[in-house]
């Protein structure tokens, strides 16, 4: 692929001739109507973001030598907030990780059922937004197996997480979304062990999403439900997830 046509330039132009037209007239981008067809072209990109990109290649994998000595956790520590404080002090034996939205049949897990299914472990090297990347090990089950299970239905598009951690002040939750295509991908998985330890707090216990194709706030730890939705629109602010919607981050977090 020409280094002129990348998926984050495309992308990039995009937001960056959004906002131009916005902040270059203030009363257009109050308008109800034109803001209505702006915002209607996100299908679009999320579907161009998907197109300039081999969605189906795999992650490079790692030999264990190649492990970081040092990881870094991203995003919140700690959700620390009471229902998450009791989980964690009885070691998340009461925790249950609810499948629902556009299934056939919603499930409800618990940890030790979750840790007992067929597993896959990986070691890839986690890429953050702020700069950094480290390389772990990553074991848990795939999430397609979980979608069979539930049997997702025809008009399911996406799949969004549900965490526990809360933002501004605890008042916005946390959450995040991918599409089908990274839900069934092979290195997709929900992890409850890295470095063959059950997860810390600070890196999402007890379940944290792995989807390796995309930078680390896609990663959604402390997973609490997972949704099968048609759209994006009215979850959070409607972007796809939390720092999509306060801070314009890319839906599409390829890498």
């Not at 264990?64 to 956790?73: G, L, V």
């Not at 063959?196 to 194709?213: I, K």
Request: hydrophobic share 40%.
């Amino acid at each position: 692929m020409s280094r002129l046509f990348t998926r984050r330039g495309v992308t990039t132009g995009l937001i960056a001739g959004a906002g131009g037209l916005l902040s270059g007239c203030d009363a257009l981008g109050r308008n109800e109507t034109f803001r209505k067809i702006l915002y209607s072209g996100d299908d679009a990109n999320r579907t161009l973001q998907r197109l300039v990109s081999d969605r189906n290649a795999l992650a490079r994998e790692y030999a264990a030598p190649e492990m970081s000595p040092r990881f870094r956790t991203n995003g919140t520590r700690n959700p620390n907030t009471d229902a998450y404080n009791a989980l964690a002090a009885n070691d998340f034996a009461d925790w249950r990780l609810n499948i629902g939205g556009l299934v056939e049949r919603p499930l409800n897990i618990g940890i030790d059922r979750l840790r007992s299914l067929p597993a896959r472990t990986q070691i890839t090297r986690h890429d953050c937004v702020e700069g950094w990347s480290a390389i772990g090990k990553w074991t848990g089950p795939r999430l397609s197996m979980l979608l069979d299970a539930a049997r997702l239905k025809p008009e399911a598009r996406y799949i969004v997480f549900h965490c526990a951690d809360r933002y501004r002040g605890g008042t916005v939750p946390y959450y995040e979304s991918i599409d089908l295509i990274d839900a069934f991908h092979p290195q997709t998985i929900l992890a409850w062990a890295m470095n063959d330890a059950p997860l810390s707090v600070g890196h999402g216990a007890p379940v944290r999403l792995r989807v390796e194709r995309q930078l680390g706030y896609k990663h959604a730890k402390y997973v609490m439900g997972i949704e099968a939705v048609a759209s994006l629109a009215g979850i959070g602010g409607g972007k796809g997830g939390l720092w999509e919607d306060i801070a314009g981050y890319d839906w599409y977090a390829g890498i």
